[in-house]
């Protein structure tokens, strides 16, 4: 079984520009979830979607960041404009209908 | 929202030694699971554990759910087992995954 993919692996770019994080489930599973892991720290959840329904968007800066999961399969992440604090590991998970969680292997993002 | 606090923060260990790590939490919870984010930076699932006892080869986790914790055995440590070891709790009516802060554990051959 194929694990969860995520593109690209690292990417670096100067404050106030923008990127973007995709990343595919795991097939069939209903949810998808993004977390932020900031150097010496556990993840932190983003955003939760249900399908392509979001669940809990709660620590989501959305000022700056902003996530969508069209069909209910893949998804993607932006932050638009990227600030140094940004400079992270965006994670991306997915679960059978609120189960264990899988994780992808992640974006390493520098914010210069 | 729920505290996760795990100990020892940092744990260094000769190959073949065996070590405890804990994880207390400040709520009842309905989801409790166990990973291990390697030095590339994976995190792997290891266990999903709310309550009772599960083995899996070297590895064990047991839940004390009434007494809000779990520790994760590691038994005959091996190089390959270094990274940073985290606990992830759900609370009920809560859909969301807390994280420790971590234990870092080192093994030298």
């Known amino acids: 079984e194929a694990g969860v993919a995520q593109s690209p692996r690292y990417k670096i770019i100067e404050k106030r520009q923008s990127v973007a994080f995709w990343c595919n489930p795991i097939?069939?599973?209903?949810?998808l979830y993004w977390y932020q892991q900031i150097l010496g720290q556990g993840p932190k959840l983003l955003i939760q979607?249900?399908?392509?329904?979001?669940?809990?968007d709660s620590q989501l800066p959305k000022d700056r960041f902003s996530a969508e999961r069209l069909k209910g399969v893949d998804s993607t992440l932006k932050i638009q404009p990227a600030k140094l604090e940004d400079s992270a590991v965006y994670l991306c998970?997915?679960?059978?209908?609120?189960?264990?969680?899988?994780f992808g292997p992640g974006t390493r993002l520098l914010v210069l | 929202g729920i505290q996760v606090e795990q100990s020892p923060p940092d744990l260094i260990l000769q190959e073949g030694a065996n070590s405890t790590l804990r994880c207390n939490f400040s709520?009842?919870?309905?989801?409790l699971q166990w990973f291990h984010q390697n030095p590339w930076g994976q995190l792997i699932n290891l266990f999903y554990?709310?309550?009772g006892t599960k083995q899996n080869g070297r590895l064990s986790a047991t839940t004390v759910a009434t007494e809000r914790y779990s520790l994760l055995y590691i038994s005959s440590s091996q190089t390959t087992d270094s990274g940073v070891y985290f606990c992830?709790?759900?609370?009920?009516?809560?859909?969301?995954?807390?994280f420790g802060t971590g234990t870092r554990l080192t093994i030298i051959p």
């Open positions: 709520d009842s919870v309905n989801n």
């Open positions: 992830a709790v759900e609370s009920f009516g809560n859909e969301k995954l807390t």
């Open positions: 554990i709310p309550s």
């Open positions: 097939s069939g599973h209903a949810t």
């Open positions: 998970a997915s679960s059978p209908m609120g189960e264990t969680q899988y």
């Open positions: 979607f249900q399908n392509n329904g979001v669940v809990d």
